[in-house]
């Protein structure tokens, strides 16, 4: 069996424009900053040490209605090191951060809303949640999947660096607010400030866009399928390819969601591109 | 950071003070200096309702002459209320520091409430026929417990916890404010004023009082010079948003009404859960769910953002 990086490697000598098209690599930026991680190689090591072999046919009901956060993420915990793959959340009645810092894989699903930083934190679960999100939700989310079925609040997916953070329904403001990876995907619109100092993924907003639409960003890619309000300083429309219409197309079917007619693309103009590109000793040079 | 609430029942009456320590206990968390409500019910059946203060909490546990000074204001009040001709004056404790009037009257409100807070020590928390305010150091349940709220009947109420930033933690700079003297108006606030001073200055030059440091003072004082005017409460919102710079989200109450305004830059939270016979805000979800348990469909309201409801 081919190893992961041959397999990427295999694929991108035989479609590099198609993958450049549907936004699937990534810029390598320059200075200290910007080091790469993580490299393909090391896919060995992508369990956590302490993550947990878990059976996804192994089901949990979990009443949460008189338990605080602290309490429910521990019982998750604990149910997951019991070989539970599979963990339904009951009654969680809008509390704050549930089901945050899970390092594994995970089915599970909640059966009512989330307050704040909900699901923060997390590396590999996928995550259904039926009612509405609040604030921060999927914050600085690793990889997965979360799909919430309702609205979700402001900085929703804030410094998302992977995965697919899914909301059917509308969200707040500043939406993707630094993000540094995965996707983002809206069914309805977006509020003001959204993609605000983006550094890299893409965000799909199926209805409109509030003002300052990716204000600042300096990188990834912001579709748009409604109206704009006004886009953000250093923000500018990008030509749309068919192959990225088409994989968007795909990717909302994957969720259930409609596809728009047409798609506006927004990139970064990068005439504000002076992040960290000089080590400290070449700046006082310049300076 | 402070939590707010606001709800509004159409058409009917429920009790809003049972619903409204809920939803400011859910919201204990983000402040616990101070907890206020403002309720709107039957009052006195067509008579005022005033709710004052004669001291402030502290002055009651390390003052020497308090009890004394707190008697003495009280009876000055009661001798002006009479003197610009209020009558049926029925007096009703609700703390040591805190009472509740209910009187008939007549003549010029703004008159009645100067003469009244002339007083040394007195300062009026509300006045007017549906609106009773009450506010005080410590959390919702401690506050409904003390001045007997849970079963107070109405239509619509606003509440506030509070973490103080930028002023004193006393009932003087706790929520909800009184719209002085503008009878059943109310606002509470999540957020920093940044030109408090300069458009307080330019308040007061046009002869309104501000008894606190507080820069939520400041919205319930603009609301009222709109108002004055002859501006609509919506349109008086909506203004708002345009002269005061910095972040915030605030509620405003009138005798039948609840309104909501959220900054133009959205960086305070704010949801929102209607339906036909019933309107609910708060800074969080979590409230609103101590209302309601069961699912329901809830809307962030976005930048900018101006709504009203009547009863």
Not at chain 1, 202 to 228: E, F, H, P, Q
Not at chain 2, 71 to 82: G, Q
Not at chain 2, 217 to 242: F, P, T
């Amino acid at each position: 069996m081919a190893s992961l990086k041959e397999a990427a490697q295999k694929n991108h000598a035989e479609n590099p424009q198609k993958n450049h098209a549907e936004a699937m690599h990534h810029e390598r930026l320059g200075g200290r900053t910007q080091q790469v991680f993580f490299a393909p190689e090391e896919a060995e090591n992508f369990t956590y040490p302490q993550s947990f072999e878990v059976d996804y046919n192994k089901r949990a009901n979990l009443d949460v209605a008189e338990l605080d956060a602290k309490a429910v993420n521990q019982k998750i915990r604990q149910l997951m090191s019991e070989g539970y793959g599979t963990i339904v959340l009951q009654n969680p009645g809008a509390k704050h951060s549930l089901a945050v810092g899970i390092l594994n894989r995970l089915n599970l699903q909640i059966e009512g809303s989330l307050g704040y930083f909900g699901c923060g934190l997390i590396d590999g679960p996928n995550i259904r949640i039926k009612g509405r999100v609040g604030w921060s939700c999927a914050e600085n989310m690793m990889a997965g999947c979360i799909v919430i079925e309702k609205n979700a609040g402001s900085t929703f997916g804030a410094a998302l660096r992977g995965g697919d953070l899914v909301c059917k329904g509308d969200v707040g403001s500043r939406t993707g607010i630094d993000m540094k990876g995965g996707t983002i995907i809206v069914g309805g619109k977006t509020g003001i400030f959204s993609g605000f100092m983006m550094q890299r993924g893409r965000m799909v907003v199926c209805g409109n866009a509030g003002k300052n639409l990716g204000d600042s960003m300096y990188d990834g890619t912001i579709y748009v399928g409604g109206s704009i309000e006004s886009l953000g300083v250093d923000a500018v429309e990008g030509e749309m390819t068919e192959l990225e219409a088409a994989f968007l197309k795909r990717k909302l079917a994957l969720y259930g969601l409609p596809c728009p007619k047409s798609w506006t693309k927004i990139v970064s103009g990068k005439q504000l591109w002076n992040y960290d590109n000089l080590e400290p000793s070449e700046k006082k040079l310049v300076l | 950071m402070c939590g707010i609430a606001g709800l509004i029942h159409k058409g009917r009456q429920a009790k809003i003070g049972e619903q409204m320590t809920q939803m400011l206990t859910a919201l204990k968390h983000r402040g616990p200096d101070s907890t206020g409500l403002a309720l709107y019910g039957a009052g006195g059946d067509g008579d005022y309702v005033m709710r004052i203060k004669f001291a402030e909490q502290e002055e009651t546990l390390h003052g020497f002459r308090i009890a004394k000074q707190i008697a003495e204001r009280k009876k000055t009040v009661e001798e002006r209320l009479k003197e610009l001709g209020a009558k049926n004056i029925q007096p009703e404790k609700a703390r040591e520091y805190a009472y509740r009037y209910r009187f008939a009257f007549e003549g010029d409100l703004r008159r009645l409430a100067n003469f009244i807070e002339d007083v040394e020590g007195a300062e009026i928390l509300s006045l007017g026929k549906a609106l009773e305010l009450v506010k005080d150091l410590g959390d919702a349940q401690q506050i409904a417990t003390g001045y007997a709220l849970e079963n107070f009947e109405g239509s619509h109420a606003i509440g506030h916890t509070r973490m103080a930033t930028e002023s004193d933690v006393d009932i003087r700079s706790a929520h909800p404010y009184w719209a002085y003297p503008f009878a059943d108006i109310s606002v509470v606030h999540n957020g920093q004023l940044t030109n408090y001073w300069n458009s307080r200055r330019e308040m007061e030059r046009r002869g309104h009082r501000f008894v606190s440091n507080c820069d939520s003072e400041l919205i319930a004082v603009y609301i009222a010079d709109r108002l004055s005017e002859g501006c609509e409460l919506e349109k008086a919102m909506k203004e708002s948003i345009d002269a005061f710079d910095g972040v915030f989200t605030y509620l405003v109450a009138t005798h039948d009404s609840l309104g909501m305004a959220k900054d133009s830059m959205a960086a305070k939270p704010m949801v929102l859960y209607e339906s036909d016979d019933f309107t609910a805000l708060a800074s969080e979800e979590v409230a609103i769910r101590s209302v309601f348990p069961h699912e329901i469909d809830t809307v962030d309201p976005y930048e900018g953002e101006v709504r009203v409801w009547h009863h």
